[in-house]
Each structure stands twice: as C-alpha cells, then as structure tokens.
DNA sequence: CTAAGGACCTGTCGGC
DNA sequence: TGCCGACAGGTCCTTA
C-alpha cells in the first residue's frame, strides 16, 4: 500500500481520531517486526496523550511529551481505527487503545514496517539523513541538479534514494519519469538541467495529485473494509509493460532496474 | 566515496 | 487441485 501519498492519506484519516487522546494501554502480539518493538514502549507512552501525528518521508510521528511514536508500513502495512475489543487477525501486530474507546492497529502482513521510540533530544537513526520533502519548496531544479552531478548511477535510482528525496516510491519514480520524458536507466550526471527541472515539477505533480486521489481510498482504508489499491488511479505506466503508450501508441516496455520492475516508453523516454 | 545486490517476510498469481 | 517459482507498494546493510 503505502507508497508517500498512502502515508499522507493515512495520516490523515487517524490523525482526528489519535490526536488529544490518551494511550490507555498498548498490545504487542508480534513485536518481530523489521526491528523488534522495543520492549519498553507501554512504560514510555501508556497514559500519556498523543499531541499530534505528523509525516516525516514515510514516517508517521506521533508526538508524545517524552517523545515520538515512530511509525512505518513498509510494502504491506496498514494502520485502521476500529473498535477496542475487536478481535485481531493474523497480521495484527500491535494496538494502541485509546481512551476513546477505539484503538489504532497496526496491520502488517509482511512484517516490514517498524514501531520505533525516539526520545526527546535525541534523532533517531533512520531520520537523520533523510533528503528534503518532495512537495517542500527546497526539493527544486537547482537542488536536484546538485544531486545529479557527476552521478553514473540511473535516475530512477537516484530519484528513489531518500538521502535525495524522500517519498519517491516504486511507482511514482515509473509515472513521473514518464511525464517528464527521461529513460529511466538514463546516467544521472547526463541529463540537461531543463529535463532535470521538469522532472522535479513531474515528481510534485504526480504526488500532490496521488494525494488528492488518496482521500478518496482514505474512508475505505481507515474505517476497515476495503482494500487500499490504485484503482481509482490514472496510471500511464506502471503496472502497463507491453500496453500502448497513451502518448505515441508504442508498447511500453519493462526492464528492472535495482532488482525494481521499471516501464517505459522507448518512444517518448530519452 | 559510489553502485549493485542481498536481505528481511508473507501472500498471491500464473504455469505446469 | 497441487506444487513451485516469480513477484509485490520499502529500504537498510553488505559487498565489490
């Protein structure tokens, strides 16, 4: 599911339901996740309020007085509000109970998401290097121009390398470097700096507009029942290898690249 | 330092 | 129907 605009549309959808309410008590079934849940986090947060949940990459941060509730969904994670009591299922990890009578449940087939503690005055590891936010003025033409300089490895590498920025997933890489007219497998040190420009304004475009779409999945996702998926989504290439191009008609073609599945039009990616 | 590949884990789908 | 391999929205860590 989460691939930025998922975490964003997550983020809101729990944020009016976990803001301003206490941790009445936290339940770990599985704490093996990609790092093991550390085994203090009841102590750390059990009836303190969350102040607010903010998005941080593809981080949720849920602010507490002592510190912040890392949250991240990895390939299959969800989070859901749902009644307290509700039985759990097989990939129910980890629930918040809230003092509302709700509680906040981490889903995670594939057990590669993470519950974390950062600690007031400290930064966790995993935070401390990450590049700007796509959508935030900072990530601009000039900037990735820097980051592009001298660089052999292919852009769509580059563009989802979060030390560059973050938030580029799997198939927004695929979309934007459609829109913006680049081979994906293209040395990043070999782009103009007008293309480079307009592959920054691709990403925001894609993003902002994925976002938008998101609140759309977004009562669907929080509130249980359906399954959180693009269908709603006008994708122009991922998940199309060997369909016609919606520009130029040619068969989009499908390479992988960093063990990633790749599409693109031959024809219009230069 | 950069770049490429493996690793983590489960579920699903297509082919035989 | 059953089994097996390939693949899936992420990203850290190791290796060259």
Redesign the pocket.
């Known amino acids: ?4 605009p ?1 975490v964003e549309t997550t983020r809101r959808g729990i944020a009016p339901h976990v803001e301003h309410k206490r941790i009445t008590e936290l339940q770990v079934r599985q704490p ?1 996740l ?1 790092w093991p849940v550390p085994e203090q986090l009841g102590q750390w947060i059990q009836g303190d309020q969350v102040q607010s949940v903010e998005r941080r ?3 949720l941060l849920l602010r507490f007085a002592r510190g912040t509730l890392i949250l ?5 994670g969800s989070l859901r509000i749902q009644p307290a009591g509700s039985p759990a299922g ?2 129910d990890h980890v629930d918040f109970i809230l003092e509302s009578g709700q509680l906040l449940r981490l889903t995670d ?4 998401g993470a519950v974390l503690w950062q600690e007031n005055g400290t930064l966790h ?2 935070l401390a ?2 590049g700007p936010e796509p959508l935030d003025n900072a990530f601009d033409a000039e900037y990735l121009q820097a980051c592009c300089k ?5 852009i769509k ?2 563009i ?1 390398n ?2 560059v920025v ?8 695929n979309e934007a470097l459609y829109r913006a007219g680049i081979n994906p497998r293209r ?3 070999r782009i103009a700096a007008a293309r480079l420009a307009s592959l920054v304004d691709a990403i925001k475009v894609v993003l902002a507009q994925a976002i938008e779409q998101g609140g759309t999945t977004l009562k669907d996702f929080v509130g249980g029942d359906g ?4 269908f709603k989504q006008e994708l122009a290439v ?2 199309r290898a060997g369909e016609p191009c919606l520009s130029c008609g040619e068969p989009l073609s499908e390479v ?1 690249l ?4 790749t599409v693109f039009c031959r024809q219009c990616q230069r």
């Open positions: 599911m989460p691939e930025l998922e093996r990609r990459a593809k981080y991240h969904l990895g390939m299959s097989k990939h087939p594939r057990r590669f590891p995993l290097s990450l001298g660089r052999k490895t292919a590498s580059l989802m979060a030390e973050v938030g580029v997933g799997n198939i927004y890489a040395a990043a040190g399954k959180p998926g693009y991922y998940g992988k960093g063990q990633r599945s």
